[in-house]
């Protein structure tokens, strides 16, 4: 009974959480889980949160309520099995290091080849050719596949991404999507996404956190993505197909 009860424990437990700035309030009273070893998105209109949730929870930036843990532990004690690909990666793309260089970077210690060119390959990436480019000349949707490599180098349990899809087509949001699904699914790795395409969440993730400061809703997609909710959650004018492309 003792290893069901643990299968079944939440990853990341949120409780009470409100993080402000300046005396200016920007999420108020969170509480919320995270299932182990599925994929969760967090959504919700501009504006709402979504990235300062996301930091709080990685211990980016400092909380003034509340407490999340994850795996049981206090979050600075789950560094080591943390990956995460910020919304932005501050590196200057006209920078002259590669696609290798930059995994690299990611490693600790000495640099394993054999682990780079594993990872570029998970992430649907030609080690080879790939490997040898500069960053500058990767197209968006190359580029964020070379961030989930980078956050993958570790083989973190819990997998953070800040909008991976972002300035990406169609069918590069598609594809990402679906690369995430193999390593849920591959891996074992809890993920948490934020994303702003709720056609693509409601087809790829197990659970989603609906927020707008506050918290509007939390659970499986049937029940988070319900029109009741999405009117909520973006006014009453809202229309799913605004959303879709």
Same mark, same amino acid.
């Given at each position: ?7 079944? /424990?939440?990853?990341? #437990?949120? !409780? ?6 300046? $005396?200016? %309030?920007? =999420?108020?009273?969170? @509480? ?74 990611? /490693?600790?210690?000495? #640099?394993? !080849? ?6 570029? $390959?998970? %992430?649907? =990436?030609?080690?080879? @050719? ?78 989603? #956190? ?8 939390? $659970? ?26």
């Amino acid at each position: 009974m003792q290893s069901q009860h643990h299968k079944h /424990e939440p990853e990341i #437990i949120v !409780k009470h959480l409100s993080v402000g700035y300046d $005396g200016k %309030v920007i =999420l108020s009273d969170l @509480t919320f889980d995270i299932p182990k070893k599925k994929i969760t998105a967090i959504i919700g209109p501009n504006g709402s949160g979504k990235s300062t949730l996301m930091k709080a929870i990685l211990g980016i930036i400092p909380f003034q309520k509340g407490s999340v843990t994850m795996s049981g532990h206090p979050v600075e004690k789950s560094y080591g099995k943390i990956g995460y690909v910020p919304q932005r990666f501050d590196i200057d793309r006209s920078f002259p290091i590669t696609v290798k260089e930059l995994l690299s970077l990611a /490693e600790r210690g000495s #640099i394993n !080849k054999d682990r780079m060119n594993e990872v570029l $390959g998970e %992430v649907g =990436l030609n080690p080879v @050719t790939v490997g040898r480019m500069l960053i500058g000349s990767l197209s968006g949707g190359q580029m964020q596949r070379v961030l989930i490599a980078r956050a993958i180098m570790t083989d973190p349990d819990i997998l953070f991404l800040d909008e991976p899809a972002t300035g990406i087509d169609v069918a590069g949001e598609q594809s990402i999507f679906e690369l995430l699904e193999h390593l849920q699914s591959d891996h074992d790795t809890t993920i948490v996404m934020i994303s702003h395409e709720v056609n693509l969440v409601e087809k790829h993730v197990d659970n989603v #956190i609906c927020l707008n400061r506050g918290l509007v809703c939390a $659970g499986p997609p049937a029940k988070a993505l319900s029109d009741k909710v999405m009117k909520q959650l973006y006014g009453q004018h809202y229309d799913r197909h605004d959303h879709d492309h």
